[in-house]
């Protein structure tokens, strides 16, 4: 079973650059995420699907950042324009229905921007 | 307030070490709960569930404490391939909570 699929996998970018990131979650995997993680810290949250619907996006910078996930399936995140401390892993996870099941992550994306 | 608190390390353990990872989870709604491994520059993935009554898995034995809001991981006989950062995580309502990370060397 193929696992939770995103590129690319490295980006480099110049700042006020526009960039986007593709996921592809485990077929069936109804909870997309999308989170990103600096060094030495644990991901945290930017926005939650279930299915086509973001039910919280709190976390998400709304005013640099946009997601979408059209017909409840991959998902695409954008940054524009990029700063010098967007640099960090995207990482998108999926997961089943029910609150004990696991989230599965893809290899992310490492953004740096110069 | 964090939703999950870790004490960042570095453990740094000889190899046949034990070593035992603590963390703190603030909402009692908290409805499941993880340890994830992280290597170096790869994506975490799910080392074990921890459930209420404690689970083992080979050398890794894992504890809930509901009542304390603490959970822990219990690393036995240290292998080098056991370095990496240990991530606890809690899911609340659908949404998993991460904290810092535990770094973890074992040195031969």
């Known amino acids: 079973e193929a696992g939770v699929v995103q590129s690319p996998r490295y980006k480099i970018i110049e700042k006020k650059q526009p960039v986007a990131f593709w996921c592809n979650p485990i077929s069936g995997h109804n909870t997309l995420y999308w989170y990103l993680q600096n060094l030495g810290q644990g991901p945290e949250l930017l926005i939650r699907y279930e299915n086509e619907e973001a039910v919280d996006d709190s976390q998400l910078p709304k005013d640099r950042f946009s997601a979408e996930r059209l017909k409840g399936v991959d998902s695409t995140l954008k940054i524009q324009p990029a700063e010098l401390g967007d640099s960090a892993v995207y990482l998108c996870?999926?997961?089943?229905?029910?609150?004990?099941?696991?989230?599965?992550f893809g290899q992310g994306t490492r953004l740096t921007v110069v | 307030r964090k939703e999950v608190e870790q004490d960042p390390g570095p453990f740094n353990v000889p190899e046949g070490a034990t070593v035992a990872f603590n963390c703190t989870y603030s909402?009692?709604?908290?409805?499941?709960f993880f340890w994830y491994r992280q290597d170096c520059r790869k994506e975490p993935k799910l080392l074990m569930s921890v459930y209420s009554s404690g689970n083992e898995d080979g050398r890794f034995t894992a504890q809930l404490n509901r009542a304390s809001q603490y959970i822990s991981l219990l690393i036995r006989d240290s292998k080098l391939s056991d370095s990496a950062t240990y991530l606890c995580?809690?899911?609340?309502?659908?949404?998993?909570?991460f904290g810092t990370g535990t770094s973890l060397t074992v040195i031969p």
């Open positions: 995580v809690v899911n609340i309502g659908n949404q998993f909570y």
């Open positions: 909402n009692s709604a908290s409805q499941s």
């Open positions: 996870a999926s997961s089943s229905p029910g609150s004990s099941t696991e989230a599965f």
